[in-house]
């Protein structure tokens, strides 16, 4: 299946301050990469759809202001949370869909990063 | 509203014996329903996909079963061992190939 890094894997931040998270494809080329958020013994919540080339698609609920996604290759998608605050402490995680594989809807998920807003 | 519920937060089990967990849905219409693992602060690792014309699916000791007039699936992990330790989620696939995930449960197998 298809190995997916992410960086960092830890983060502390300030408030206020703006944080970039990296999601790589390493061995094959994602049109499609989704960012989920979980936090603690709660369920990945999708947060928006990353296509290369275009805009990035945004969940109900979820500020595309501040969360600035940005898939500029097809091996490629970072998630910037922009002006962090302690609320925004959570694990983010992202994943591919690799659409040659036999099970289409198989994605691959990325290690996650783990952010903390002092 | 819609809603995927996983049957328990925790399952302890001894060794060996067989592990089943539950996922119940409302309000979804899902064309597939996949198993996910997670170990502690790690992403989540497939397992299996059942389709909605498939009533039962089976790799190594996992089994899973969809029912979809239930609205339900189960995973069962047989003989587990202390390796099967780790958070299970289902997850719905939609017709947008957006997945929507359960809370997940926790298993941990007593040697």
């Known amino acids: 299946g298809a190995v997916v890094s992410q960086h960092p894997s830890r983060v502390i931040c300030k408030s206020g301050t703006s944080v970039k998270i990296e999601c790589r494809s390493l061995d094959f080329q994602a049109t499609t990469m989704f960012w989920y958020r979980q936090f603690p013994k709660q369920s990945l919540m999708l947060m928006a759809t990353?296509?290369?080339?275009?805009?990035?698609?945004?969940e109900q609920g979820v500020e595309k202001d501040k969360f600035l996604i940005n898939h500029a290759s097809l091996t490629l998608s970072t998630l910037t949370v922009t002006s962090a605050h302690p609320e925004d402490s959570s694990f983010y995680i992202c994943?591919?869909?690799?659409?040659?594989?036999?099970?289409?809807?198989?994605?691959?998920f990325g290690p996650g990063t783990r952010l903390t807003v002092l | 509203s819609q809603k995927i519920e996983q049957n328990s937060e925790a399952l302890n089990i001894q060794e060996g014996k067989t592990a089943t967990l539950t996922c119940n849905y409302t309000?979804?219409?899902?064309?597939?329903l996949q198993w996910y693992r997670q170990d502690p602060g790690r992403g989540p690792v497939f397992l299996l996909l059942?389709?909605?014309?498939?009533k039962e699916k089976r790799k190594e000791r996992l089994k899973v079963t969809f029912d979809t007039t239930l609205k339900q699936s189960l995973f069962h992990i047989t003989a587990s061992q202390p390796a099967d330790s780790a958070t299970y989620l289902c997850a719905l696939v939609l017709n947008d190939y957006k997945l929507s995930f359960g809370a997940g449960t926790t298993v941990t197998v007593r040697a």
């Open positions: 990353s296509n290369e080339g275009s805009k990035a698609t945004y």
């Open positions: 309000n979804y219409s899902p064309a597939y």
């Open positions: 059942i389709r909605e014309n498939e």
């Open positions: 994943s591919v869909r690799d659409l040659i594989s036999r099970i289409s809807n198989e994605q691959f």
